[in-house]
């Protein structure tokens, strides 16, 4: 329950629940909507009891996804990418993979969990393969410390460039003052991105990233108004 809940997991439970309209204008924005385009969120749902979705389970959500070149099993091993939301649209069958965050701290994380050879492999051979694509041969270190952010860059990596999906995006979806010991403003997140993206040497004109990644700023106080009307 969302009560039960807190950081980015709370807000955004609340915000596709609620107050979708707040970012659905965003993207509708973003992505140049065709008359009649509508957001369909899939995930986090009250009625689905708030169920977040991983690997194939996560791509089998969406029916226009192929697989023509490579299978995920053969790009990233069980136990990957958890994403915090997942949408489709009505008429163009745009498929959207959300990462959400609510301070800034969270966008460091450790290496990969995978305990097994042959995963810990497969990742760093696709996180490589990923960062020879998207990123310049100065960037730092993909496997740490911003792993996850790699990771998600990996499978929209995975899926548009490898299997030619070009109607999926990446939205990393950033709630600005948050009810967290260190609430972030707009100015505050867009600083830590671009030292984000400076670390990891990503190349701001390649093609995944300029048209396939998506940066969004949500206020708090904005779903609670929503909520409240």
């Known amino acids: 329950m969302v009560a039960d809940t807190k950081g980015s997991q709370k807000w ?3 915000l596709i ?3 979708p309209e707040l970012v659905n204008r965003e993207l509708g924005r973003r992505l ?9 969120w899939l995930s986090p749902l009250k009625k689905d009891n708030y169920h977040e979705y991983s690997d194939q389970k996560a791509l089998d959500r969406f029916c226009s996804l192929e697989y023509k070149k490579r299978p995920l099993k053969d790009f990233w091993p069980p136990g990957g990418p958890h994403w915090d939301a997942l949408a489709t649209t009505t ?6 993979l959300v990462e959400a965050k609510a301070y800034i701290a969270e966008m460091k994380s450790g290496r990969s969990n995978a305990t097994h050879g042959a995963s810990k492999e497969l990742i760093k051979r696709s996180i490589q393969e990923t960062k020879d694509s998207l990123a310049s041969e100065l960037g730092g270190d993909w496997n740490e410390p911003f792993y996850q952010y790699a990771n998600r860059l990996s499978f929209l990596h995975f899926l548009r460039t490898i299997n030619g999906n070009k109607n999926t995006y990446l939205l990393f979806l950033y709630f600005v003052n ?47 108004k929503a909520i409240e009307t």
């Not at 140049?32 to 369909?40: A, I, P, S, Y």
């Not at 008429?91 to 959207?96: A, G, N, T």
């Not at 995944?208 to 700023?217: M, N, Y």
């Open 12 to 14: 955004l439970r609340l």
């Open 91 to 96: 008429v163009s069958h745009k498929v959207i």
């Open 17 to 19: 629940n609620h107050a």
């Open 178 to 224: 948050a009810d967290v010991p260190h609430p972030a403003t707009r100015e505050q997140w867009e600083g830590a991105i671009e030292l984000l993206d400076l670390y990891l040497g990503i190349k701001k004109r390649h093609r995944v990233i300029k048209e396939g990644v998506l940066h969004v700023f949500i206020d708090v106080n904005d779903i609670l």
């Open 32 to 40: 140049d909507f065709k008359v009649g385009e509508t957001v369909q």
